[in-house]
Each structure stands twice: as C-alpha cells, then as structure tokens.
C-alpha cells in the first residue's frame, strides 16, 4: 500500500460524516411526550395537511440525498455502489462543512445499473429529503434519469428539486472560470472560439451554459470520440445521441467541421477538455495547442488531472490555464453545489431552472475581485457558498 493510499484510508477511518446527531440535547419526562407518542402524533398531522413545514420543523427537508449508482466514478468509471461511496459520503461532508451546517445530507448508493429501477427508487425515497443531488452516473442515461426525475419531483404535493452536479455542477464552476479567465485574457465571450473536447454530461451542459452566457452557436465546436459533431452527422440519430448531443450539434458548428481536435482547434480561443485523464492526455498535444489564438485560455476539467500535461500546457505559452484537481485555477464543482443546494432550499424553490444555476455562476465569479493568471476562482468556503445560495435564493424568487 503506497503512503498517499494510507493516508486518504487513516482520514477516512469511522467515516467522514456522522448521522442522527440529535439536535435535542436532553429529552426530559415532560418533553419527552412532545418529541414522541403520544404529541407527535399533533405534528404529523400538520405535515399531512401541509408537507412543506417540514424544511421548518424536520431535518429531512434540509437534507440533500446524494445519489449514484456508481457507474461513472471520478476517472475510475463503473466501480458499483461500494467503490462509490467514499466519494458520495465526501460529498455530504462538503455539504454539511461549506454550508456550516445548514444543509444536511446524506449518500445513497444504489445497487441498479437499470434506469428505470434507479429512477423508482429515487422517487419513492424522494419524500425523505429536501432535495436530490445526482452523482457519477454514466451517459447518456444520465441525462435521461435527470429529465425523468425532473418531471416527477416536481408533480409531488410538495416538490422536491434535483439536479445532476456532474452536469449543471462542473458546468456552473467552469464558466465562472472562464468569465475570470476571460477577463485576464482580454477577450468577450461573444467573440472568442471556443472548442469543446468531450460530448459526456459534462461537455454537453457547459456547451449549454456557454449559449446561456453568450457564446455564439456559430463559434463553438464540440468533439466526442469521433470527432466533431455537426447536425448532419451520420450516427446523431442513433439512441446514445438522444438526450444532449444531438441538440448541441444543432445549436454549434454550423459550417460542419470535420476531425479531431487537431483539425479544429486552429483560431481558437478557447479550449475546455471534458473527456477522460487517458484521452486528454493523447489528444492535447504542443502542436494543437500553438494553433491556437495568442493569449490562449485551457481548461483541462477530467479528475484526476494528469499533472505532467498541466506542466506541458504552461510552457506550450497558455496565458491561463485551469484544472480539475490541483491549485492554482482548481475548477471542482465542491465551489458550488453547496451554495447552489442552499439557495434552492432556502427559497422553497420547486425545481433547479438554468435562470439560478447561472445567477450562482455570475456569483461564484464575481468572488474574485481582480482576477489573476492564477486566481480565476475564489477558495471553497461558507462566506462563498452564502453568496451563491443569496443569488441562487433570489433568481428563483424572481421565477416564482
């Protein structure tokens, strides 16, 4: 066993997140009636005539249920539900610690590779929590799974929003990023060449928030394994292209560029990696990069990040660069899923619209005053998380 594998096994050891903490701390004879039988009984049947006291007066509507089923695991892949749970129980801690503890959470690891199973599941133990974090799920059914859960959250007597963070998650961090980065290098965002490596869950809602933002349809260019996607490509009716990608292709590269990365990449501005730690590493190569526009901003996203390719990046001349894993410029969705989930229980928000994911966004980047080559985002904190959940809270007030 290598040092670094002890260490993260001796932090890890009972656990990182402790549940059932009783925020009661003494039970006496004439409280104990109220807390149980027989008063309670008086309390459940507020909440059978009106289900959303509970985010007031239960833990349950302030709990996040972090949910996977283990099939798309950091750079792992499908290591099943055992294999996911230190990082869904991480997860839950970053709740808890970045929120200072006023959102709770708790992780779920499923033992079903089957949508449709995973999608009942999910639903039917809905009604314990206040909202429902989706997690290493591989794609495309991580795009369906969303959208169904979507759709029957929300028609429950009380709603209960849900959101993928591998999608709106590493999207919302990323383009705050690029909004810092942006200003560093001088450009708009409405004018740069922007080229996405990666057509996953990732890749296809940044592409999404980048049309959000401001980008140009016209000047953006998505790559899957095989190359460009453009609207008339043979295989993007075949079922894997169903959820995303087929709507991407229509909306970017109108011209219909051809290839691989090396064979779009020259005049870009812009160049965000959201595949694989193997495939980057082979695709992202010193003449790929020197095609590129001078003052050149990279945003290697995969987890991990291979090191080495960083370090290459930087000599190949990027004015800024961004990863996924190490400081400086470490783009981790942990920056945002806790304010994100905060503003959305606190505003008793019915679902998660693009309208707040993007109000958290401006949030997130307008928490580094004057950005830096080395600082496009801020460091994870509550003061950061309290100023994403105030956005998020207010945007979705203002959709009602």
Known sequence: MDEVTSKALELHKDGKIATVVPRR??????????????????VCKEFQANPSLRREYSHSGRTVAVISDGTRVLGLGDIGPFGAMPVMEGKSMLFISFTGGKINSFPLCLGTKDPEEFIRTVINVAPSFGAINLEDISQPKCFYILERLRDELRRLSTPI??????????AAVVLAGLLNALKVAGKKIGDVQIVVNGAGAAGLRITDYLLLLGAKGGNIIVLDSKGAIYASREDMGAPES??????????????????????????????????????VERVITQDAIRKMNPNSVVFVV??????????????WGVRVLANGSFAPNQVNNMLVFPGIMWGVIDSGAKEITDEMVIAGVKALAASVRAPTETEIVPLPSIKVSRKIARAVAKAAKTQS
Request: glycine share 4%; charged share 25%; hydrophobic share 30%.
């Open 25 to 42: 701390k003494r039970v006496t004879p004439e409280t104990l009636p109220y807390f149980y039988t027989p008063h309670v009984a008086k």
């Open 161 to 170: 929003p849900v959101w993928h963070d591998d999608q709106q998650g590493t």
């Open 242 to 279: 169903k959820y995303k990608k087929q709507l991407a292709a229509d909306r970017t590269n109108p011209s219909s560029r051809r290839g691989a990365l090396a064979d779009v990449i020259a005049g870009a501005d812009v160049l965000i990696s959201a595949s694989s730690p193997a495939e």
């Open 302 to 315: 995969e987890n991990p990040t291979p090191k080495q390719l960083l370090e290459n990046l930087k000599a």
